[in-house]
């Protein structure tokens, strides 16, 4: 039996893959501990371990949790999420430019994850690895300090995705000024984890902020090899010459809804908003069938409907949105609200065509009568939808993105903010869709209906679903969380140590607090030995 702790990401399209794996971790007789900021994903993970113990390793559970958060963060989770990060980060009219041009989630996650480093490096002494999404940084900082194996699940279709924040298409140029601009946003908590947590460690030496991870790591990604591109040059840069034979594709690791899958996103207290209460009417879409119509099926993602609902950055039309939303051009209200607008006098009353929409919670705030041949619901049930519908018109997110390979289903991508744009993209290149870059600026009623047409059309759909079909081949013989775990397994008894941590300043012996331990080290080129 192997303790691994598992390093929670409040977010649904990366905490669903997590959800599969561990459950697969927990057949096989594994214990996973699951370290949470938050109370966000709680209910989630206990309704996927539903036939599993909880309780510790040691008196025989499956699961246990270590919680982080303290009374100050349960006070800010219960309020308005515009208000999760005061008092954490500078209000924007008191931050550098350095830090305008830095997402606030990144400030925010910096300053928070410095705060409670100390408790991930305990929670590293305990257990025998580490899982964590690349996008966090304590997860990989613990686990090549303590020496722990590491293994960094990209929730993504390609490792090229991953380092979103520095860009994934500039030149490696580029992306060293992203990340120069980053180091100096965030220079209070690194000289913090510098200085008084371990000495001489510098992130940005070792990692590629939202990249972290390590060549001496395991690295799963739930794509395939067909989404695979070139990795950015400075991540290349960074894990050297066999940053590859780290990189595994497992294909997507999905539970159904039954089984605990998140079709919509918990607030950071674990509450959710406008949480349907009748279960979903699927004799509605089978009816619709019956009389020959097509079913579209939109959504556009936990995250906008949600989460970036009210993002007032990305509506300020400030020189820093850009950077400030991570390629967010509205707020979601802005973008969903258009979006939904579009779709409705699109189809609105049409005879040959019905939609699924499943809205997110704040659906009254945008002030539309739903048409009866519109089906709206704050969630829905997305992975059986999809095998019962024609078209999925989508931000694009990887999540949906397999999922609608799978069930073969022609895709519109309209893209929010961050990898969507580059998913968007991927979908032209392996001709299974169609695609937009700025959804708002170019989706008008006219468009959506060409769009959908095509999507529609028999010939052309029936092209798009031959590539899907072949594509979902190759993610069903990827292996899944079976695959991933038995990598994990090979990857955590093999396991022979990291390569040592690059510092920044010689330091010949360190003191570990209130222990009396002290451990000497070797240092040569400003490395650990």
């Not at 958060?69 to 350095?98: C, H, S, Y």
């Not at 059309?457 to 798009?464: G, T, V």
Request: with cysteine; aromatic share 8%; net charge negative.
């Amino acid at each position: 039996m192997t303790k691994f702790a598992c390093c929670v990401i409040d977010a649904a399209g990366h905490m669903n893959p997590l959800l599969a794996l561990t459950s697969e971790l927990c057949e096989r007789g594994h214990h996973v501990l699951f370290v949470l900021a938050s109370p966000m994903m709680v209910g989630a993970i206990k309704k996927s371990k539903a036939k599993f113990t909880e309780g510790p390793a040691e008196e025989g559970g499956s699961y246990s949790f270590e919680t982080l958060w303290t009374e100050e963060d349960l006070a800010r989770f219960a309020g308005p999420r515009e208000d999760l990060m005061k008092g954490v980060i500078p209000d924007n009219e008191d931050q550098t430019e350095d830090q305008l041009g830095t997402p606030n989630f990144f400030l925010y996650s910096w300053a928070k994850g410095v705060a409670i480093m100390d408790k991930y490096k305990r929670i590293a002494k305990s257990v025998d690895a580490v899982i964590g999404d690349p996008i966090m940084m304590n997860p990989s900082v613990v686990a090549l300090m303590e020496g722990k194996p590491l293994i960094s699940s990209v929730t993504l279709p390609q490792f090229a995705c991953v380092p979103s924040l520095i860009g994934i298409m500039e030149d490696e140029e580029e992306q060293r000024a992203k990340m120069e601009r980053m180091e100096r946003a965030v220079q209070e908590s690194s000289d913090k984890l510098r200085k008084d947590i371990y000495p001489g460690f510098n992130f940005f030496k070792n990692f590629v902020a939202s990249a972290a991870m390590l060549p001496t790591g395991l690295n799963l990604c739930t794509g395939v090899k067909e989404f695979d591109k070139d990795l950015p040059a400075l991540l290349q840069r960074m894990m050297g010459e066999e940053a590859k034979d780290s990189m595994h594709y497992v294909g997507p690791m999905v539970l159904s809804e039954e089984d605990g899958h998140i079709s919509q996103a918990p607030k950071n207290d674990g509450t959710v908003e406008g949480a349907a209460v009748d279960a979903f009417p699927m004799d509605r879409i089978e009816q619709w069938k019956a009389e020959g119509r097509k079913v579209i099926y939109a959504s556009f993602g936990t995250v906008a409907s949600n989460m970036t609902w009210n993002w007032e950055e990305a509506d300020s039309g400030e020189w820093y949105a850009p950077h400030k939303c991570m390629g967010a051009r509205q707020s979601g209200k802005v973008y969903c609200t258009h979006l939904f607008t579009q779709l409705m006098e699109a189809f609105g009353g049409t005879q040959d065509v019905a939609v699924v929409l499943s809205s997110g919670p704040h659906f009254d705030e945008c002030g539309l009568e739903v048409p009866e041949n519109f089906l709206v619901r704050p969630s829905v049930p997305q992975v059986e939808v999809l095998e019962h519908v024609d078209a999925f018109v989508s931000h694009g997110g990887a999540n949906s993105l397999f999922e609608s390979i799978a069930a073969a289903v022609p895709l519109l991508i309209l893209p929010h903010f961050g990898d969507q744009h580059a998913n968007g993209k991927m979908v032209v290149d392996l001709d299974i869709g169609l695609y937009h870059d700025d959804p708002v600026a170019e989706v008008t009623v006219e468009v959506l209906r060409e769009d959908v047409a095509k999507l529609l059309d028999p010939q052309i759909a029936s092209m798009f679903k031959r590539k899907m079909q072949r594509l979902h081949e190759s993610i069903r013989s990827a292996g899944g969380a079976r695959r991933a775990v038995d990598l994990i397994e090979t990857y955590v008894e093999n396991f022979k140590g990291h390569a040592p941590a690059k510092l920044d300043e010689p330091v010949e012996v360190f003191q570990r607090c209130g222990t009396g331990e002290i451990k000497d080290f070797v240092i040569v080129d400003s490395e650990i030995h």
